[in-house]
């Protein structure tokens, strides 16, 4: 949970919001492979996010919030990804569930929910299950009690962000299986948050496990998800755009690191006839093609983030298919453009790039973990689908 002094700075607009995500970037970079190595969870850094006000960026301006575009808060999450993968992706939900309060949630719902996100409070979620038949098999139940309120049961799994929350978005159904969204805070009786993710990458997102049993849930904490997707919506754009962000910043990110590295710390090959490493043409030209790769993505990035704010300003089942599409493209090549560039870093930085003490494994390992959220083969699919066919993708929050 924060711990805040006192409330978060109230960013006024887009330009300064990328202006505080360069500034802590630039900071956490600088202790990422610590924290990697050590699996030291980031709360220090989580507190610095919240005091910036950076995970108020979304809250309308009637509310009292700078409501960036779609192109700036994917430029933020890739800034702070090219630095530190695992703390980038701890605020995605947040963001995705502000969304959702402010696509669906009543008018006292958005005064108070954006008002704690303004001073600094974050969601976390709780919303992917293990063992069920496939992701949209969610079995957690809201059930309603006597008195017009709720009690919440169910096991969450990959529960990114819960652990550092003020605020965890539940994902439940109903008796009549309509999906909806409990916003519990992180200390209610029958909640627990398990510290137990061990993944190989993104090590310290603390993705762990939620149980909850009987949680209490009062009726204003409860919003109708299942509405989101009952016309043209941007939930599933704007959440898988941030993810797009990641992947784009985890392959400038390990780019980045390998140019320092060649130019530093590398030998040249006794066959190239060169002084120094980055003189050798074959690495020049592979760089070349990394380089490529991750304009490409970026490139890509920024498109859809446009695409969203377009559909942003008239949503309709065009301008929202257009979105969800311009976003899958974007997610396929960031998510190419960071395993690529993470595992070629050590084809062109050279064996001694491989020593565990350097971290820069991390990349590679942050890269092809994150890219498992969603199968990429999927979006190339409804991709193919929309630009042959003109078949109009899918409304399941996962476009």
């Given at each position: 949970m924060s711990s805040l002094p006192e409330p978060a700075h109230v960013i006024a607009d887009d330009a300064e919001a990328l202006k505080v995500a360069a500034a802590l970037a630039e900071e956490f970079r600088h202790g990422a492979a610590e924290r990697d190595a050590r699996r030291r969870l980031p709360g220090a850094e989580l507190d610095r996010?919240?005091?910036?006000?950076?995970?108020?960026?979304?809250?309308?301006?009637?509310?009292?919030?700078?409501d960036v575009s779609a192109v700036t808060l994917a430029e933020v999450f890739r800034l702070l990804a090219a630095a530190d993968a695992s703390l980038a992706q701890i605020p995605q939900s947040h963001f995705a569930y502000v969304n959702v309060v402010r696509r669906q949630g009543t008018e006292a719902q958005r005064a108070f929910f954006f008002g704690e996100v303004l001073a600094g409070k974050r969601f976390g979620n709780a919303q992917s299950e293990a063992g069920t038949k496939h992701l949209q098999d969610i079995r957690?139940?809201?059930?309603?009690?006597?008195?017009?309120?709720?009690?919440?049961?169910g096991i969450k799994h990959?529960?990114?962000?819960?652990?550092?929350?003020?605020?965890?978005p539940v994902l439940a159904r109903v008796a009549n299986d309509d999906l909806h969204?409990?916003?519990?805070?992180?200390?209610?009786?029958?909640?627990?948050?398990?510290?137990?993710?061990?993944?190989?990458?993104?090590?310290t997102t603390a993705s762990g496990t939620v149980r909850l049993e009987a949680v209490p849930v009062p009726a204003d904490r409860v919003v109708p998800h299942h509405l989101t997707f009952s016309g043209p919506q941007l939930h599933g754009a704007l959440a898988q755009l941030l993810h797009a962000a990641i992947d784009a910043g985890i392959a400038s990110g390990a780019l980045a690191e390998a140019v320092?590295?060649?130019?530093?710390?590398?030998?040249?090959?006794?066959?190239?006839?060169?002084?120094?490493?980055?003189?050798?043409?074959?690495?020049i030209q592979r760089f070349g093609e990394l380089a490529l790769q991750v304009r490409s993505a970026e490139a890509l990035l920024s498109a859809a983030a446009r695409a969203v704010d377009t559909a942003r300003g008239h949503l309709d089942d065009d301008t929202a298919a257009e979105a969800s599409i311009a976003v899958a493209a974007a997610k396929v090549a960031a998510a190419n453009a960071a395993v690529e560039t993470g595992s070629s870093l050590f084809e062109v930085c050279g064996t001694r790039?491989?020593?565990?003490?350097?971290?820069?494994?991390?990349?590679?390992?942050?890269?092809?973990?994150?890219?498992?959220?969603?199968?990429?083969?999927?979006?190339?699919?409804?991709?193919?689908?929309?630009?042959?066919?003109?078949?109009?993708?899918?409304?399941h929050g996962l476009l």
């Open positions: 996010l919240s005091a910036s006000g950076l995970l108020a960026i979304t809250v309308p301006a009637g509310h009292g919030g700078a957690t139940r809201l059930t309603p009690a006597a008195d017009g309120s709720y009690t919440l049961t990959y529960s990114t962000g819960a652990l550092f929350a003020d605020w965890i969204v409990a916003y519990v805070p992180r200390d209610a009786p029958g909640l627990t948050v398990v510290d137990d993710w061990d993944g190989m990458g993104q090590r320092t590295f060649v130019r530093t710390k590398s030998r040249p090959w006794f066959e190239s006839g060169f002084e120094t490493a980055a003189e050798d043409p074959l690495l790039s491989a020593l565990d003490a350097l971290g820069l494994h991390r990349h590679w390992r942050d890269a092809r973990t994150h890219t498992l959220h969603d199968p990429a083969r999927w979006k190339v699919q409804h991709i193919g689908r929309y630009v042959l066919g003109g078949t109009k993708p899918p409304r």
